[in-house]
């Protein structure tokens, strides 16, 4: 079996890579288009803060490991930090959508897909925190990472089919 903080170090270099993209892509893109302009910024946006809390999340564990001796505490410890970026980072995100939600170019089925994939992870990383089930934490861990980098994916696929498109007046 693959050792977990392996697969999280690997997850933590995508998250960055795609945090790369984003700096990239917004120095490409910036062309003034209103609508399009705004909504390119909110995916950028997005898909900025979730690679890099991706980032530190994928960390986490690996970090208090060297703090903490019971594997059990290190996932549980990584869960309630982890939930407690990515709620404190959520009321900014979904602002965000409310703020672009009627703009020309706004993907509803995107939109739900980033919130069910984020859903999938704080649930993961509730049951993480909680302990249970002890067996399959660092499963459960790992399940919560994949959330996250599924919605900077989708952010990302976004972004750049957005770019690679001409902008509408």
């Known amino acids: 079996m693959a050792n977990p903080f392996d697969t999280?170090?690997?997850i933590a270099q995508l998250s960055v890579a795609f945090a790369g993209f984003g700096s990239i892509a917004s120095g490409l893109g910036q062309r003034s288009a209103g609508a399009d302009a705004k909504l390119d910024a909110h995916r950028l946006t997005l898909m900025l803060i979730g690679s890099l809390s991706a980032t530190?999340?994928?960390l986490l564990p690996a970090?208090?490991?060297f703090f903490i001796a019971r594997e059990r505490w290190v996932y549980c410890g990584s869960s309630l930090i982890a939930l407690t970026?990515?709620?404190g980072l959520s009321r900014e995100g979904v602002r965000r959508a409310i703020s672009v939600r009627r703009t020309p170019g706004f993907s509803r089925g995107a939109a739900i897909a980033v919130t069910a994939s984020?859903?999938?992870g704080v649930a993961a990383l509730a049951f993480c925190a909680a302990g249970?089930?002890?067996d399959r934490l660092?499963?459960?861990y790992l399940l919560a990472l994949m959330a996250m980098l599924s919605a900077s994916v989708i952010n990302f696929w976004l972004v750049t089919r957005s770019l690679l498109q001409p902008y509408t007046s």
Do not use: C
């Open 138 to 140: 660092p499963g459960l």
């Open 63 to 65: 970090t208090l490991s």
């Open 56 to 58: 530190v999340v994928a």
């Open 118 to 120: 984020v859903g999938v």
């Open 132 to 134: 249970f089930p002890g």
């Open 85 to 87: 970026i990515i709620l």
């Open 8 to 10: 999280f170090a690997v």
